[in-house]
């Protein structure tokens, strides 16, 4: 039985992604992630210009007449959802953590799937792989997703990718759409994630807060790295430490840019304090015009 602070949350954001799942993102959703194969449709007879390597030669045989093998896109897709519920996903300092944003970006990806008949699968994980949903379709199994992510407590707090990823790579057999979902705060990704990217379609989805990259000038203040529990003491009323903190944060998440660039993985970065829809129809439609 989940808490009734938890219920309350998958309640919230499923009326939200019900609005936010519309036509107009919806059809962005389709076009963008086209048919993994094709698949057999029909036997037809043959037309001038038709690739004669489609001809099926045992009914051109028994009939006498040329026909073609005809092929359609094959729609149904299979979606994983790959999100990071370890200790660093645990943040935030606007009004929403990490861990809740990756639950309601989840639930929306997940209601796009299934509003297109595709499967959805759930992978939650921190230093070992936690939770595994295997591919399924319909409204209820999207709802467990969610409450999944929502209510699960993890018993790791530090970050495994190489093992995540083995993971999917081993139990994901067919080709799939992978939504990786993290703040890629780990060191060692890279290697990992090429793998995956020569098995799956991999879309990474970079979650960060903005108090990562900025201080607030308040005198002394005490650091928590959640993930190892070092703490430091720094002095925010110095513009020098204000200064170093930023440009360390940003030289970070513009290597980790160039790493998804480099490996040519599709990404977008989201941000605890701003709406994350117009970055994903961005991604969306980058994706349709590099497929049409």
């Known amino acids: 039985m989940l808490p009734k602070d938890i219920l309350r949350k998958v309640k919230r954001i499923q009326l939200k992604v019900s609005r936010l799942s519309n036509d107009v993102i919806s059809g962005h959703y389709v076009s963008a992630f086209k048919g993994m194969g094709i698949e057999f449709d029909e036997v037809r007879q043959y037309f001038p210009g038709d690739d004669i390597r489609s001809i099926d030669w045992n009914v051109t045989a028994r009939t006498g007449s040329p026909y073609v093998k005809r092929f359609v896109e094959e729609r149904e897709l299979t979606v994983i959802l790959m999100v990071d519920l370890s200790a660093s996903q645990r943040f935030g300092s606007v009004n929403v953590l990490k861990s809740d944003l990756a639950a309601e970006i989840s639930a929306l990806l997940a209601f796009l799937a299934i509003k297109n008949n595709d499967k959805v699968g759930l992978l939650i994980f921190s230093d070992t792989c936690e939770r595994y949903l295997p591919p399924q379709k319909g409204r209820y199994h999207v709802l467990r997703v969610v409450r999944e992510i929502l209510g ?141």
């Open 152 to 292: 699960y407590k993890p018993a790791g707090i530090k970050t495994n990718i190489p093992e995540a990823v083995n993971f999917i790579n081993k139990v994901i057999k067919h080709r799939s759409i992978v939504f990786f979902i993290s703040d890629f705060l780990a060191e060692g990704s890279e290697k990992p994630l090429k793998s995956l990217t020569r098995h799956h379609d991999l879309i990474a989805v970079n979650i960060n807060d903005p108090r990562e990259y900025e201080l607030p000038a308040i005198g002394l203040m005490e650091l928590l790295d959640a993930e190892t529990n070092t703490r430091v003491v720094v002095d925010t009323s110095s513009p020098m430490v204000r200064e170093k903190f930023q440009t360390m944060a940003r030289e970070r998440l513009a290597a980790t840019a160039t790493m998804f660039k480099r490996n040519k993985v599709d990404f977008v970065e989201i941000s605890t304090d701003k709406p994350y829809l117009e970055p994903l129809q961005k991604l969306f439609l980058k994706r349709q015009k590099r497929i049409h």
